[in-house]
């Protein structure tokens, strides 16, 4: 299964015993996200048989960061409730602009789990093709689930700050222009405004084509290319909150590369009177 696959390929895989396909549709802490219902909009209509992940919950509640990864020992309870065994195939979509199935695939890395796929275009192309869709949700078994090593990385506070100085690793930012900038003042109104120091801009909605589907191949490098990122070399995503950060990890992961996540992203950063911020274009 690649990382990235078509509605007509999932259309051909529905019902295989091995595949499980994940509604991973998030809103609560995006800000100037319009008030939003995920479950209510995932019982109303999804893929049929897709199971509802509940990313907005699927964290670490003891933090007073948004969305931080959560423990090994949540993330396992989750998955055994939704009857997601360690053989199983996973297939991840989103009915929402935010392209949050990225965040779902970076978290079930970050905990082993390998077999992963995004649908390109998510629902939103699903529905445009006049595909079926179901209501309500479909009862499920619990199955046991064993978190296994990470096969991808995060970076925290101290690591930022460290690279700062050093420079060792490239950071990309996944927020808009306005806000890398310093243009427009952060929506939270605990953050100021700017971006990390050296960082880089990589608007999230850069990696989509108008129909929401992937850039690919030659046209996705051009989108690193054009923001100063040597895809090459060490990289780190980050952003408001680290949701859309993991575009730019699942961009880099379409070319072959791969990208820590700076999970506290701006909301940790922007809010910590004692870090370096800077204002203009990289």
Same mark, same amino acid.
């Given at each position: 299964?690649?990382?990235?696959?078509?509605?007509e390929?999932?259309?051909?895989?529905?019902?295989?015993?091995?595949?499980?396909v994940?509604?991973?549709s998030?809103?609560s802490?995006?800000?100037?996200?319009p008030?939003?219902d995920?479950?209510?909009?995932?019982?109303?209509?999804?893929?049929p048989?897709?199971?509802?992940?509940?990313?907005?919950?699927?964290?670490?509640k003891?933090?007073?960061?948004?969305?931080?990864?959560?423990?090994?020992?949540?993330?396992a309870?989750?998955?055994?409730?939704?009857?997601?065994?360690?053989?199983?195939?996973?297939v991840?979509?989103e009915?929402?602009?935010?392209?949050?199935a990225?965040?779902?695939?970076?978290?079930?890395?970050?905990f082993?789990?390998?077999?992963?796929?995004?649908?390109?275009?998510a629902?939103a192309?699903?529905? &445009?093709?006049?595909r079926?869709l179901? /209501?309500?949700?479909? @009862?499920?078994e619990?199955?046991?689930? $064993? #978190?296994r090593p !990470?096969i991808?990385?995060?970076?925290?506070?101290a690591?930022?700050?460290?690279?700062?100085?050093?420079?060792?690793?490239?950071?990309?930012?996944?927020?808009s222009?306005?806000?890398?900038?310093?243009?427009?003042?952060?929506?939270r109104s605990?953050?100021?405004?700017?971006?990390?120091?050296?960082s880089?801009?990589?608007?999230?909605?850069?990696?989509?084509?108008?129909d929401?589907?992937?850039?690919?191949?030659?046209e996705?490098?051009?989108?690193?290319d054009?923001a100063?990122?040597?895809?090459?070399?060490?990289?780190?995503?980050?952003?408001?909150s680290?949701?859309t950060a993991?575009?730019?990890a699942?961009?880099?992961?379409?070319?072959?590369?791969?990208? &820590?996540?700076?999970?506290?992203?701006? /909301?940790e950063?922007? @809010?910590?009177?004692?870090?370096p911020? $800077? #204002?203009?274009? !990289?």
């Amino acid at each position: 299964m690649d990382g990235l696959v078509t509605t007509e390929w999932l259309a051909g895989e529905l019902g295989a015993p091995d595949l499980v396909v994940l509604d991973a549709s998030y809103t609560s802490t995006i800000p100037g996200s319009p008030p939003g219902d995920p479950l209510g909009d995932y019982r109303a209509g999804h893929i049929p048989g897709a199971l509802f992940l509940g990313l907005d919950d699927l964290v670490d509640k003891s933090d007073p960061l948004p969305s931080m990864l959560p423990p090994a020992s949540v993330f396992a309870a989750r998955m055994e409730a939704l009857g997601i065994g360690n053989d199983r195939r996973i297939v991840l979509y989103e009915a929402g602009p935010h392209h949050t199935a990225c965040r779902a695939w970076w978290v079930l890395r970050m905990f082993g789990v390998e077999k992963i796929a995004l649908l390109d275009g998510a629902l939103a192309k699903w529905r &445009a093709e006049g595909r079926p869709l179901e /209501s309500g949700e479909p @009862a499920v078994e619990p199955r046991p689930f $064993a #978190v296994r090593p !990470a096969i991808a990385e995060v970076r925290d506070l101290a690591a930022m700050r460290a690279n700062v100085k050093s420079g060792a690793e490239q950071v990309a930012d996944a927020r808009s222009a306005a806000r890398f900038t310093g243009a427009e003042p952060d929506p939270r109104s605990d953050c100021a405004a700017g971006h990390i120091p050296g960082s880089r801009n990589i608007p999230s909605g850069s990696f989509f084509r108008a129909d929401g589907t992937w850039k690919r191949g030659a046209e996705l490098q051009a989108v690193f290319d054009a923001a100063g990122i040597d895809i090459t070399k060490p990289l780190i995503a980050t952003c408001g909150s680290g949701i859309t950060a993991a575009i730019i990890a699942f961009g880099a992961h379409l070319l072959g590369r791969d990208a &820590a996540l700076y999970d506290g992203s701006w /909301s940790e950063w922007g @809010a910590d009177p004692s870090t370096p911020k $800077a #204002v203009g274009a !990289a």
